[in-house]
């Protein structure tokens, strides 16, 4: 039986989000303006798609193209990420706790939210300061099967773990970047719903049993901070 007409634009309004959505990502992962041809091989669609899709993007102001002929995000799209941290208030609150961590020689510090089904991104970030690093800037996509913070959001938040199963530390070795290991505890919202993830990353030649043991408890001190500053509620008896 065929498919009336309805059902046919719905299924194409979906997919058209769908593109629109991806191309956006694309833009957004970039550090800079991207081209056309970047874009295509970003995406996977054909550049007759992409022209299309832009006009309404650009007529949206979510994407903009420069005069030469790159594509940033728009000035809504801004406003939509202003209106985010101002809704949670992660800069304001997170931010401080991530220099604090660092200042007290930990590995850089990182705050990782869900993005996809895939991927968890990172949304802040400061660098320790030792000498070497792992490469993470905020922006960047990451799994979110892999290492210590994706696992975590992954435990909360599809898994619909509790705390006793979940844990509220998890550490990672090698696992997204065999030379890397990182450190992670949940932050919760005002709905007890993780909202995120405070990470301690860098290379894993120094994540000795001595360094993991501080980093995991200033971690967690961290997230309890930052759960209670969020209008959460940090789970008690572990």
């Known amino acids: 039986m065929s498919r009336t007409p ?13 593109r629109a959505l991806a191309i956006i990502g694309a ?28 006009a309404s993007l650009e007529k949206a102001a979510l994407v903009v193209r420069r005069a030469d002929g790159r594509y940033a995000l ?4 801004h406003q939509l990420g202003r209106a985010y ?22 590995e850089s510090a990182s705050f990782h939210v869900y993005h996809d089904g895939q991927s968890r991104v990172c949304v802040l970030r400061v660098d320790s300061h030792h000498s070497t690093l792992d490469r993470i800037r905020v922006g960047d996509l990451l799994p979110l099967d892999k290492g210590a913070a994706g696992r975590l959001i992954t435990a909360y938040l599809i898994d619909g773990q509790a705390p006793a199963q979940a ?8 696992e997204r970047d065999p ?12 709905d007890d719903d993780i909202c995120g993830a ?3 990353s ?34 008690s008896g572990r």
């Open 6 to 18: 309805t059902q046919d634009n719905s299924t194409d309004g979906v997919a058209a989000v769908e």
């Open 27 to 54: 833009v957004a992962q970039r550090t800079d303006p991207i081209t056309l041809a970047d874009l295509s091989r970003a995406t996977g669609f054909y550049k007759s798609t992409l022209l299309r899709l832009i």
């Open 74 to 77: 728009g000035p809504y799209a």
């Open 85 to 106: 941290e101002a809704t949670y208030r992660l800069t304001e609150t997170i931010l401080p706790l991530l220099q604090g961590l660092v200042d007290k020689g930990t």
């Open 167 to 174: 844990g509220l530390v998890l550490t990672s070795m090698g």
């Open 179 to 190: 030379n890397c290991a990182a450190v992670a505890s949940p932050v919760f919202g005002p």
């Open 198 to 200: 405070i990470s301690l």
């Open 202 to 235: 860098g290379p894993k030649e120094r994540f000795s049993p001595a360094a993991v043991k501080k980093m995991s408890k200033l971690a967690q001190e961290a997230a309890a901070s930052a759960t209670q500053a969020l209008g959460g509620r940090w789970p």
